[in-house]
């Protein structure tokens, strides 16, 4: 909390833990998802697998999908008795959803030493045929078979054999959740977007954080100033313009922003992560204020506002 929390609270702000919090909200819009569990003989392996298939994946905007890690799994829970890994996968349409998944499953998992892709929505009505198209690299070599009640595909590969579900499920979820951690120095904002990554990894189920360790340093807006660009610096939560943007959204005092961005197959797990991840920001020294983003409620259907997702 601040040092010294301010007399007064100003306009449009509301004082929690000694922090001010912006009367704002982040918007959010849908997004088809799918969920992969990954599985490999030692938790290390299935990392490996999750943390690979899930690379260049930050924003669908510049990237060819959004995806991140969602937690480990223990043996007992996974078909196979392997350590395992969920992971999630996001894209505007399921055609394209299906084509990453694909590409991600096959070049990152199957490659990946002792892994195994299952599905990790099966309770969802629409289906993705991921493994019954990677059979096709086993050249006609490849079984059908069950495990754990699943029908998965057998693929044969040099090390042994790679074994993927033969179906996956894709459901409608909620994408583009945030919240901005500003700090007087990067030092402290750093130590609070590391808290809150932590905090909502620990805590909170069904979500992922897509951006570089959970934490965006180069927030974007849609558009440029000056270049045909479809995305640019978002000059006004850029503490080194607060005196030059005439309307600059930097508080006087703040010179690091961080932005966590979050993605959940349905608003309330993203409410939730952005209310684990505040409560713990809001400790660490040298935070001064919690923002959040939006595009004035153009962006997308769904709305969480920093107050309401902190009420008890």
């Not at 198209?133 to 595909?153: E, I, M, N, P, Y």
């Not at 409608?172 to 909502?200: C, P, W």
Request: a positive charge.
């Amino acid at each position: 909390m601040l040092e010294k929390p301010p007399k007064t609270t100003p306009k449009g702000h509301i004082l929690y833990e000694g922090t001010l919090i912006e009367d704002t909200f982040a918007e959010m819009f849908s997004m088809w998802a799918g969920r992969i569990l990954v599985t490999a003989e030692s938790e290390k392996w299935a990392l490996t697998a999750a943390r690979t298939a899930t690379g260049f994946a930050t924003s669908v905007v510049m990237s060819p999908a959004e995806a991140g890690v969602e937690r480990i799994v223990s043996s007992e829970q996974t078909p196979d008795g392997q350590t395992g890994v969920l992971i999630q996968v996001y894209h505007r349409t399921r055609r394209d959803l299906k084509a990453q998944m694909m590409l991600r499953i096959g070049q990152c998992i199957m490659t990946c030493p002792t892994a195994s892709a299952f599905d990790a929505l099966p309770e969802a009505e629409r289906r993705l045929k991921v493994g019954r198209s990677l059979r096709l690299f086993g050249d006609g070599f490849q079984k059908r078979d069950t495990v754990a009640g699943r029908r998965v595909w057998r693929i044969p590969v040099m090390e042994g054999e790679f074994i993927v579900e033969d179906s996956f499920g894709a459901v409608m979820a909620v994408a583009g959740g945030n919240f901005l951690i500003m700090a007087r120095n990067r030092e402290s904002g750093l130590q609070a977007a590391e808290m809150a990554v932590k905090a909502i990894s620990q805590k909170v189920r069904g979500v992922i954080l897509p951006f570089p360790g959970g934490i965006c340093r180069s927030g974007s807006k849609v558009g440029s100033r000056k270049y045909k660009l479809q995305l640019s610096t978002n000059d006004l939560f850029c503490p080194r313009l607060r005196k030059i943007v005439p309307v600059s959204q930097v508080p006087e005092g703040v010179n690091s922003i961080y932005e966590i961005v979050i993605n959940g197959l349905n608003l309330d797990a993203v409410k939730r992560a952005m209310a684990e991840g505040t409560k713990v920001a809001v400790k660490i020294p040298g935070v001064v204020k919690i923002s959040a983003g939006n595009y004035g409620g153009k962006l997308g259907p769904y709305k969480a506002y920093l107050k309401e997702v902190l009420e008890p």
